[in-house]
């Protein structure tokens, strides 16, 4: 039996194998389908709502609701529920999940998702009837699309409350009708479930945790700890010295005002079967753990909020962790760069200009554009480890809110294969993220007249892929590189039933660990 950890819910998930009937009188949640009316030929009147769908329930279930007149509201569409009542009492819950034609995995984590709010706060314990949650026979990946949206719904961060509320709901139990010999996919889906939802929690954990409590020296710590449970990883962390040795101006020309000396987080997870074929990817991520804009000084309103704007390392930490706990076939190296961006007076003015770690110098016209400044120096260490391929991932531009909402991610590439690989993995687990252009105009405008590169570019118009044209340039020849700017994404996707409705939503997490588990 396996437990997640929501910062105050504990919620347990398990397999009952070999289970034709439910013994007890905890409630049940079933499943329902939607079957479309033919329209008859000639009919003026509005067409029938369709029927439900229910003989995969136990005949006695199937008997009790043919007799309930509310019943006939009911037709199994997605996103409906009916709830009634067994002859002892038993409740017995049922979600629609619409045509089963259509029925995908992301319809399996909305609506179980669904489920559990219903019937969480009234039960310790509940049964689910997972032969009717599952896609097309695909034991495993039902199992894990069910898991990790229990997991991530389940999630609640209020452990700096005085009197918290968890749910009630203490434990979920999928039964099934097969035995355990011939699905062992369930298990093995299970135990992935678990891996991918427990490390979104606490990437949401970091990113929600207030900035007085989540420094870049707490943060490192709080990575160290987590990260020494996980097997065949290794950490080594980067003070104010050793970045000073590493040249990493930019980098430090951000930390300048802290109170905190910044901090570089290099974690490497080794595959057990590792020889010199094997693929190895670079995560890095911008760790701003509050945002002030330095001497660009944000207004009051937009400052609230920005201790998310250490959310891209917490993503690629996140995707990191869940990559060595499933065992992926690729060596993944993650980079974490920490600091914040504060005000005093040796923090860095507007028309300063520093020396990147790769020997370009850069006019910063904004200390607001800091993030670039950080990862630029990060991206440069990263090529030097020759990877394969490197993903970056920022809370960079609020123009990206502007360009594509708050539920897409943008992504910006300089190689074809790894952006469609990304993208793949995206529309893989229902994840939404498009691909803008960086142009040679783009590039243009981001070049200085008194230095090399300059932080912001000329023009406020097309601000997100400017950024991203400026992050290339720290980019060594022949090093595949991607950009996920997760500005838009990074917090509450209310549309997500298994995202909180405030605070970290843990989003791209499952799309980095998708194509990571791909990598050959």
């Not at 707490?218 to 590493?246: C, F």
């Not at 660009?296 to 690629?316: E, Q, R």
């Not at 070049?447 to 992050?471: C, E, H, M, Q, W």
Request: hydrophobic content about 40%; charged content about 25%.
């Amino acid at each position: 039996m396996k437990t997640s950890n929501g910062s105050s819910n504990k919620l347990k998930l398990s397999i009952q194998f070999n289970s034709p009937e439910f013994e007890g009188k905890d409630p049940v949640i079933l499943s329902a389908f939607h079957k479309k009316a033919e329209a008859k030929k000639g009919a003026k009147k509005k067409e029938a709502t369709g029927e439900v769908q229910n003989n995969h329930w136990p005949k006695e279930y199937k008997e009790i609701f043919s007799t309930l007149s509310a019943a006939e509201n009911f037709s199994g569409k997605k996103g409906e529920s009916f709830t009634f009542y067994d002859q002892n009492g038993r409740t017995l819950y049922v979600t629609g999940l619409g045509e089963k034609a259509k029925v995908d995995l992301e319809v399996l984590r909305r609506q179980i998702a669904t489920a559990y709010k219903a019937v969480s706060k009234s039960y310790k314990k509940v049964i689910v009837d997972v032969d009717g949650f599952l896609h097309k026979k695909d034991y495993e990946g039902s199992l894990t699309a069910l898991s990790e949206s229990l997991m991530m719904t389940a999630y609640n961060f209020d452990k700096h409350k005085s009197k918290q509320k968890p749910a009630k709901l203490e434990e979920i139990v999928f039964a099934t009708k097969e035995k355990k010999t011939t699905a062992k996919a369930m298990e093995k889906g299970l135990e992935n479930g678990l891996s991918i939802g427990e490390s979104i929690n606490i990437a949401r954990d970091f990113v929600n945790e207030p900035p007085n409590v989540l420094n870049s020296v707490s943060y490192a710590k709080m990575v160290e700890k987590d990260a020494a449970k996980l097997k065949r990883v290794k950490v080594k962390v980067l003070g104010k010295p050793e970045l000073k040795k590493e040249k990493m101006g930019l980098f430090l020309s951000v930390n300048n005002a802290s109170a905190h000396d910044a901090r570089l987080v290099h974690l490497t997870y080794t595959p057990a079967k590792s020889n010199k074929n094997t693929k190895h990817i670079v995560l890095v991520g911008k760790g701003l753990t509050f945002d002030t804009g330095g001497y660009s000084l944000k207004p009051s309103a937009s400052m609230i909020n920005m201790k998310f704007d250490m959310a891209g390392s917490a993503t690629v930490y996140g995707a990191f962790r869940a990559a060595a706990m499933l065992g992926v076939n690729a060596k993944i190296t993650c980079i974490l760069g920490l600091t914040d961006n504060a005000v005093n007076n040796v923090a860095t003015m507007p028309d300063a200009v520093f020396t990147a770690r790769n020997g370009k110098t850069v006019e910063i016209l904004n200390t607001d554009a800091e993030g670039r400044l950080v990862l630029a120096d990060c991206l440069d260490y990263a090529c030097d480890l020759k990877p394969d391929a490197i993903i970056d991932a920022a809370t960079l531009t609020g123009a990206c809110l502007m360009a594509l909402g708050t539920e897409i991610c943008a992504v910006m590439s300089n190689n074809d294969k790894l952006v469609g690989d990304l993208k793949k993995s995206a529309k893989a687990q229902d994840e939404y993220l498009w691909e803008l252009p960086i142009v040679d105009e783009f590039r243009e405008d981001i070049k200085s007249n008194v230095a090399d590169l300059k932080n912001i570019a000329g023009s406020r118009f097309a601000g997100t892929t400017k950024a991203g044209a400026f992050l290339e340039e720290f980019i060594q020849e022949g090093v595949a590189w991607a950009h996920l700017d997760i500005a838009g994404v990074a917090d509450s996707q209310s549309h997500l039933p298994y995202c909180p409705s405030k605070g970290a939503s843990g989003i791209m997490i499952r799309t980095l660990v998708n194509y990571m588990s791909q990598v050959k």
